[in-house]
């Protein structure tokens, strides 16, 4: 049976990665690297800040530490929080889905975001009351698509609720990393094709448009035996 919900953050529930691109590009300019478009969605969209910094290092030859990295990732989190400030990041719908979801079965959050990006966003709309556990970049050793946040997901949804099987979860993500890393951490999952078509989430038991059209009897139907 159904007994609890873990949205990825970016892309599901928050419409920001246009703002992340534009935080990224900010602060490679600096460092004198244009970031395409293109291949943010294609190449790195999938990594958290420290893992997309390395990458970037990696494909234009520069020989980053993790110093230099770490710095970067504070530099491109206050870019962040600039451009989001006054502005709903959020999908259209996507706060009534919490708040409905919320009432029916506990919710948690396992994202690549920085847990300080996430919970202002959620304490922005006042939506912080409505999940059970938080699992940001920081919680885990490695990023998605190692199944990494999706055990850290369950193993603090079950402290907070009882014992929890990752089968009786459901994951909505809106990339093919953020899928296989649920799967690889047992969880029944749902696409949401707000950042890639439908064709780029094959891997998921079910796909959705966007994240206003979830319907929780389907999410019960995936967990039915």
Same mark, same amino acid.
């Given at each position: ?96 889905? #919490?708040? !409905?979801? %919320?009432? $029916? =079965?506990?919710?948690?959050? +396992? ?5 300080? &990006?996430?919970? @202002? ?32 997901? #369950?193993? !603090?949804? %079950?402290? $907070? =609720?009882?014992?929890?099987? +990752? ?5 909505? &993500?809106?990339? @093919? ?49």
């Amino acid at each position: 049976m159904l007994r609890a919900i873990v949205f990825d953050f970016d892309g599901v529930l928050a419409n920001s990665e246009p703002l992340h691109l534009q935080a990224y590009q900010d602060i490679l300019a600096g460092e004198g690297i244009a970031l395409a478009e293109n291949d943010y969605y294609t190449r790195y969209l999938g990594f958290d800040d420290v893992g997309a910094f390395a990458a970037i290092g990696r494909d234009r030859g520069r020989t980053w530490t993790r110093a230099d990295i770490d710095r970067l990732v504070l530099r491109k989190a206050a870019s962040l929080e600039a451009l989001e400030r006054d502005v709903s990041v959020l999908f259209p719908g996507a706060a009534t889905v #919490v708040r !409905r979801a %919320s009432i $029916a =079965v506990p919710l948690a959050i +396992a994202s690549g975001a920085r847990g300080e &990006e996430i919970r @202002r966003v959620l304490e922005r709309e006042n939506l912080a009351s409505c999940f059970t556990a938080i699992v940001a970049a920081e919680d885990t050793p490695v990023s998605k698509p190692a199944p990494d946040p999706y055990v850290r997901a #369950v193993q !603090r949804l %079950s402290h $907070a =609720v009882g014992d929890l099987a +990752a089968a009786d979860c459901v994951a909505l &993500e809106d990339s @093919r990393w953020g899928l296989q890393s649920a799967r690889a951490a047992g969880l029944r999952t749902v696409g949401v094709a707000q950042t890639y078509d439908r064709s780029a989430l094959v891997e998921a038991d079910l796909v959705i448009d966007t994240i206003d059209s979830l319907d929780l009897r389907d999410l019960a139907r995936l967990c039915s035996p």
